[in-house]
């Protein structure tokens, strides 16, 4: 007999001596329990007791005379019977899970709203990174400050890029970015060329160096601050905060920045009322929650 098949068969949800008695009988086609004992080695009366769930599972037959034959239903499609009813219970369970999730939200989104108290949170693994990227294009954003390096954003693997330039097309919100690079301005625009969306509000500028240089200011409400620690993968660890202080000490450092005379244009995109120069008005917070 063979233990690997049996093995899979424990995967398929089988009990060890299920597996052993199901593969004996599909192995010796119509059989009885003496053979089935003599080739599992399991005593009859353990056998007699193993049957009654494997017919329930629909994977054997046994005739109606005595002493009876058992006969196993063609292997695959009994198999492939198992594998429908673990989706459909699976299926169940997460329709089952969706609607709970629905109602909690429904029922959590109807108490008082709570005035929200300022937090500091260290993202320090790729999986909370992630999850927290995630989150910002689940609620209505309308303006990102970003100042980063060409190279953070054309890596591949952990980050969010492609789906912040989406979300700025899709939603009408204004992208404003600094790219801190030591190549050159003609390098850094053909980085800008190729991720800036025709459709997006999005204005780059190229500035060769600078204090901080990987951080985002969204909605002048949350801060999201690269630190020197990594995660497993090598991205920086991120603080993340809705302090106003904070957020306002970037806020003004990407404004001196931003208005810098060695701050050079690389990309511009005005398909849409556009506000050129940060002023004081344009840094107003917007009505968003964080």
Not at 17 to 41: E, P
Not at 269 to 282: A, F, G, K
Request: net charge positive.
């Amino acid at each position: 007999m063979s233990d690997d098949i049996v093995t899979k068969l424990v995967d398929f949800g089988f009990t060890i001596n299920q597996a052993k008695v199901y593969l004996s009988i599909v192995q010796s086609g119509r059989t009885r329990v003496g053979r089935i004992s003599k080739n599992t080695q399991l005593h009859r009366q353990d056998i007699y007791k193993l049957l009654p769930k494997l017919e329930k599972m629909g994977l054997i037959t046994k005739t109606i005379d005595k002493p009876f034959m058992i006969e196993a239903i063609p292997f695959q499609k009994a198999l492939e019977n198992v594998i429908l009813k673990e989706r459909e219970k699976a299926n169940k369970k997460i329709t089952y899970l969706e609607r709970n999730l629905r109602e909690m939200v429904d029922a959590l989104q109807n108490q008082p709203e709570l005035k929200e108290e300022a937090r500091f949170t260290l993202l320090s693994t790729d999986e909370a990174i992630k999850n927290k990227c995630k989150f910002i294009f689940k609620k209505p954003r309308k303006q990102f400050f970003l100042m980063t390096s060409p190279e953070n954003i054309v890596k591949p693997g952990l980050h969010y890029y492609n789906d912040l330039f989406r979300y700025i097309a899709d939603n009408k919100a204004k992208l404003r970015i600094v790219l801190i690079s030591t190549d050159g301005k003609e390098a850094v625009k053909q980085v800008a060329d190729k991720l800036a969306s025709k459709n997006a509000t999005v204005h780059v500028k190229f500035l060769q160096k600078t204090v901080n240089k990987n951080f985002q200011i969204i909605d002048n409400q949350e801060a999201w601050v690269a630190t020197q620690q990594k995660t497993e993968q090598g991205y920086p660890c991120i603080l993340w905060t809705n302090d106003s202080n904070v957020v306002d000490v970037y806020r003004d450092y990407f404004k001196k920045v931003w208005n810098d005379p060695m701050a050079k244009t690389v990309y511009r995109n005005e398909s849409r009322e556009y506000i050129p120069q940060l002023s004081d008005e344009t840094l107003k917070p917007n009505p968003v929650i964080a």
